[in-house]
Every structure is written in C-alpha cells, then in structure tokens.
C-alpha cells in the first residue's frame, strides 16, 4: 500500500496564494506518478495537476481551469509532491486530494492511491 499525507490547506482570499504538500510512504515503487483532484461542493471529483515522479524528463498534465495558475513539482528524494497555486479564484474552493498510480498519460488519470483530502476555501 500506499500512503499519502496532505498538508498546506487552509482560508485564503481571492488572488492569494497557497502550496499544498503530499508526502508518500510505504511501497512507493507501485506509482509512477502524483497529483492532485478536487472535489467541491455538490461536484464531481475532478483532475487538477500529475506529474511523473520517477524520472526527470516525466511530462506534467493541468487541467484547463488551473494552467497558468497552478504548479505541481516533485522532490523525488523525499517522496513528495507540490502543488503551487497563485492567483486563487473563489471558484478553487474544494477539498483538494492527493493522489497516485501509474499508467499517467494525460489529464483521463485514474490514480491507484488517495489522501484524506485537505479543504481550501476562497473567499471573495
């Protein structure tokens, strides 16, 4: 298994901001790749950011709705990813997951592994 611990959630105001952390243990040798969904209020699950984690040259995916806003990044050596995020709209408001697995090729990701969820909240 593996086991995936976000942090850096928290109240911001619009065009604050924030960076969220998720660090993995266990049998990290099972995902290839890490990332972030996030889940509002009365919505589906949705793809934010993914990277490949085990090389250097691995693409990074963004949904259409945080590109240019958002940047996901990886220290491999501590097994964990970033999720940057500048410019939070009220719209960002969600319970942001962390995720990983393999077989990541674009944007139609479907991870093996969940964190607990970290809420953000935008206020106008």
């Known amino acids: 298994q593996v086991q995936l611990v976000e942090s850096g959630g928290g109240l911001v105001q619009a065009g604050d901001s924030l960076r969220l952390s998720c660090a993995a243990s266990?049998?990290?040798?099972?995902?290839?790749?890490m990332g972030w969904f996030r889940q509002a209020p009365g919505k589906e699950r949705e793809f934010v950011a993914a990277?490949?984690?085990?090389?250097?040259?691995?693409?990074?995916y963004y949904a259409d709705s945080v590109k240019g806003r958002f940047t996901i990044s990886r220290d491999n050596a501590k097994n964990t990813v970033y999720l940057q995020m500048n410019s939070l709209k009220p719209e960002d408001t969600a319970v942001y997951y962390c995720?990983?697995?393999?077989?990541?090729?674009?944007?139609?990701?479907?991870?093996?592994?969940w964190g607990q969820g970290t809420q953000i909240t935008v206020s106008s």
């Open positions: 995720a990983a697995g393999l077989s990541l090729r674009g944007t139609d990701w479907t991870p093996n592994y």
């Open positions: 266990g049998r990290t040798f099972r995902s290839t790749a």
């Open positions: 990277a490949h984690i085990t090389w250097s040259g691995g693409n990074t």
